[in-house]
């Protein structure tokens, strides 16, 4: 679950249908407290719960920015302490919801002047350790679900193409049916596209004379790349590559018998084909 997940909109309740709030899906969280919800990736849920609960007490000790009232602010924390119990993280913070944690915080010399930065600080050396846990445990997950390029860089460096990359790897890890092997299809091409705006440069790849190819002809931007950085037939194989990884991941989009194989061989196919093409703008 992402963060904007963990709240539903409340209704006016003098009937204004422009007017509507959002507060904290309690009924949610309190499943979630009781053990991992189906379908749902417990971890990010934890990692994304976790620095909620984190934003929401630095808004509360600093700015009062925070849009948790008490009793939310209690039931996000007992939540939190329960998910991460199931992980094998543990955290047990000295309060329980905002008005305990202002007792603690002046308990602990963080009011007065300057006191806004000791209660970040406070709050991180509590949540901090917290994050980077589960940010380490998510990555290793990433990798253990679709192939780790042989290249020693953890990221290519194409901030849109890592992120598409990103999005890819947590939607096949937590896809089950044929409609979810079906968007992991759709984040492949998600992944082409990212490559196609990167890698052409219609200075250097565009024939004099003809229009730029949109961004989704993958097969004909990246192929342009690919010739003017190893040009000749000897490298035809690796622009076959190119429009063969992109059909795939077309196929498996629009397949009605996508399947966790041929999702995560399309999925493998092109994470190896942005650190191939990573490579050759190296």
């Known amino acids: 679950m992402y963060a904007h997940e963990f709240f539903e909109d409340e209704s006016n309740p003098l009937g204004d249908p422009w007017s509507v709030a959002t507060r ?6 309190d499943k979630l407290a ?32 925070q849009t948790l009232n008490d009793p939310e602010s209690r039931v996000a924390l007992r939540t ?4 991460l119990e199931r992980h094998g993280v543990a955290f047990s913070p000295p309060w329980r919801d905002f008005p305990s944690f202002r007792s603690h915080w002046i308990a602990e010399g963080c009011a007065g002047q300057g006191g806004w930065q000791a209660r970040r600080d406070l709050l991180e050396k509590w949540f901090g350790p917290v994050i980077e846990t589960l940010e380490r445990a998510e990555e290793q997950q990433f990798r253990a679900e679709l192939v780790e390029a042989i290249s020693p860089r953890t990221a290519t460096g194409w901030p849109k193409v890592d992120e598409e ?16 092997y079906k968007d992991v299809g759709n984040r492949c091409v998600g992944v082409l596209e990212a490559l196609s705006a990167t890698v052409y440069d219609p200075a250097k790849h565009c024939p004099e004379g003809m229009s730029e190819p949109p961004v989704d002809k993958t097969d004909v931007r990246i192929g342009a790349f690919i010739d003017a950085r190893l040009p000749g037939s000897r490298n035809e194989n690796l622009r076959g590559l190119v429009k063969k990884a992109s ?12 399947d966790r194989t041929s999702a995560g061989i399309v999925g493998d196919a ?8 990573r490579r050759l703008a190296d």
């Open 270 to 277: 092109v994470i190896l084909l942005a650190n191939m093409l």
């Open 80 to 83: 939190l302490r329960l998910v």
């Open 24 to 29: 904290l899906n309690v009924a949610l969280l």
């Open 247 to 258: 059909a795939m991941a077309h196929s498996v989009k629009h397949s009605p018998a996508a």
């Open 34 to 65: 009781r053990g991992p919800v189906p379908g749902d990736d417990d971890l990010a849920s934890a990692l994304n719960l976790a620095r909620l609960v984190h934003e929401q007490y630095i808004g509360y000790g600093t700015d009062s920015s």
């Open 165 to 180: 990359i990103a999005h890819l790897r947590q939607r096949f890890r937590t896809a089950g049916v044929r409609q979810d």
